[in-house]
Structures are given as structure tokens and as C-alpha cells.
């Protein structure tokens, strides 16, 4: 029963929040522009042609902070002037906390630089595997570290915790049950082309031989890192975007982490970047409700791993 009860309260949480905040315009032109930008993207092919082309012109450091900085302040600004927020946006200190934010991440996920990096002991195959385990921890360097800083520096009274990664994990049991309730769904999404073209995401049999390591020894530790970027995610997200910057926009800081949230999926199936927008939102509000990502993580990293199982059982 107490589990029951605390999905109840959670419910009641969201369902106040979006009573309180929802707002016809802003809820509008937030969904219009995310809709636009889904459809240029998969109709055009932009990531495709714009984002993943800029490894290769080794320019991704800084493309990736300058599409994700168009994305989050066309959201964000007419979303305050719509809701006739203008003290927030006559503050300074929101365009440079956010815009830190965003290229802190944009910086983290533009840097390929890695890829240079020469093992001349390790063959091909052992190369590769270094450089996956490598793409799944940069965002501990590139975000982790940063937040800490901004952390000590300047959020030192005006955010308890870290960023949603407090002892406070109330409401966890709630969001187990909610995660249970998603597996049909993510059961029936495995059938899907677009699924079995993507999981899992790591495949052990083209790493056959590296490291005299087992299978199952390396999916653990590529799961493992991999789990830990869904970690860092929801810290950025969740904590830096919402529980980082509430102090500054209030409640204002969902929509536009929403827009951001659904951009950095467009190299994804359609049918998940879709559902990152209600994901996102859900997970966003939740947060500044309870002013921690712990279900967040949980939920997050349980739906990442039973898609990585699901690609594994379609493939075996």
C-alpha cells in the first residue's frame, strides 16, 4: 500500500504543478516549435547533414553549443515574454548561468578529439572499445567537474545539494511502479526497425578477443559506463537546468529544458525523440516538485538498460 500511496502523492505533485504553471501560449508555441524543429530535423535530414558531418570537420565543439544555445533561448525567451516574466528576463545572471550550462554540455558532446588518440599496443578492435568506454565518461570531465565548480562558487546557498543528487530520495517506490508500468510498452517498441537498428547500443560479438575479456565482461563495463552518462544526463538536465536555475526562472525552467531535452535526440528513432518531450517533462517537473533526480536516474537508466536487454534477446 505505501508505494500506492506515494504514486497517489507523486501524481498530486505533477497534477498541482501543471495547474499552477500551465499557461495556453506558452504550452502552445513550446510544443509548435518542438514539433518544427522534430520535423526539420527528420524531414531534412539535419542531423545527418549538419550535426554528425562536424566530427569529421572536427568543428563539433563548437556546433553542438551554438545549435543547443538556438534551441533552449528560442524556447526559453518567448516563453517568458509570453508569461510576462520580464524580471527574469532583465536578468543578467540567466543568460549566463544557462548559457554556461548549455556549453558546458554542447562542448561535452561535440568533443571527438578522442577518436586522435593513438594506442599503438591495442589492435583495432581494443582501439574501438577504449574509444566507446571513453564517449560514455568524457561528460564527467566536460559537466561533472564544471557543476562542481559552479557548485562551490556560486550556487553554494541558493541550491541544496548537488544539483538533485541530495540525501533526499522521496517518492522512490512511486517511480518503481511507474517504470513497471512502462515495460509493455518499451517490450513493444523492440519490434520496431527502427529499434533493432539501434540496440543495443553495444554489441560484444564484433569485439571478439579484446582484452582476453568474457562477453559478459565487457557489456558489464560498457553498461556500467553507459549507465553513468544517463547519470550525468539527468544531473544536467533535471538538476542543472531545473534545480539550478529555478532560483533565477521559477517553474519557468521546464519548457525550455524540454526543448533542449527533445534536441539532443534527433540522431535517435523518431519514436523515442517523440517520447523524450513527455519524458523530459514528467521527469522535469517531478524534480522541481521534489528537488531531486533520483527517480529520474532510476527511471532513466532502467529504461536504457531493458532496451539494451530487449536488443539483446532479438539479437540472440
Known amino acids: 500500500m505505501k508505494p500506492i500511496k506515494s504514486l497517489k502523492s507523486l501524481a498530486g505533485a505533477f497534477l498541482a504543478f501543471v495547474k499552477q504553471d500551465f499557461h495556453y501560449g506558452a504550452y502552445i508555441y513550446t510544443f509548435v516549435f518542438i514539433a518544427v524543429c522534430v520535423f526539420i530535423n527528420y524531414f531534412f535530414g539535419f542531423y545527418q547533414n549538419i550535426l554528425r558531418p562536424s566530427y569529421a570537420h572536427d568543428n563539433a565543439m563548437w556546433v553542438y553549443p551554438l545549435f543547443y544555445a ?26 549566463l548561468k544557462s548559457l554556461f550550462f548549455i556549453v ?6 561535440g568533443f571527438y578529439k578522442y577518436r586522435q588518440w593513438e594506442f ?19 561528460s564527467i570531465v566536460f559537466i561533472v567537474i ?6 562551490l562558487l556560486i550556487d553554494r546557498k541558493t541550491v ?11 517518492h522512490l517506490d512511486a517511480y518503481l511502479i511507474v517504470f513497471i508500468v512502462m515495460l509493455p510498452v518499451l517490450a513493444a517498441t523492440s519490434f520496431t526497425p527502427d529499434f533493432v537498428k539501434a540496440y543495443p547500443q553495444f554489441r560484444p560479438w564484433h569485439y571478439d578477443g579484446i582484452f582476453n575479456l568474457s562477453a559478459l565482461e565487457k557489456t558489464l563495463i560498457f553498461e556500467t559506463a553507459y549507465s553513468l552518462d544517463f547519470v550525468v544526463t539527468e544531473l544536467f538536465f533535471r538538476g542543472a537546468l531545473i534545480i539550478g536555475l529555478c ?12 526543448a533542449f531535452y527533445v534536441s539532443i535526440h534527433f540522431g535517435k528513432p523518431v519514436a523515442e525523440t517523440i ?12 524534480a522541481y516538485q521534489t528537488k531531486h533526480i ?23
Open 160 to 170: 541544496k545539494g548537488f544539483y538533485g543528487l541530495s540525501w533526499n530520495s522521496k
Open 294 to 316: 533520483w527517480g529520474g536516474i532510476f527511471v532513466h537508466i532502467g529504461i536504457a538498460l531493458t532496451m539494451e536487454i530487449m536488443g539483446f534477446i532479438r539479437y540472440y
Open 104 to 109: 558546458i554540455y554542447g562542448v561535452s558532446i
Open 146 to 151: 564544471p557543476l562542481i565548480f559552479v557548485k
Open 120 to 138: 599503438p599496443e591495442l589492435f583495432y578492435l581494443e582501439r574501438n572499445f577504449v574509444y566507446r568506454i571513453t564517449a560514455e565518461l568524457k
Open 247 to 258: 532560483s533565477i526562472m521559477g517553474p519557468k525552467t521546464i519548457l525550455p529544458m524540454v
Open 275 to 286: 517520447s523524450s518531450m513527455f519524458g523530459g517533462y514528467i521527469l522535469g517537473v517531478l
Open 70 to 95: 538556438f534551441i533552449y533561448f528560442a524556447a526559453a525567451i518567448p516563453v517568458l515574454l509570453l508569461q510576462k516574466e520580464y524580471k527574469t528576463l532583465k536578468n543578467p545572471r540567466f543568460y
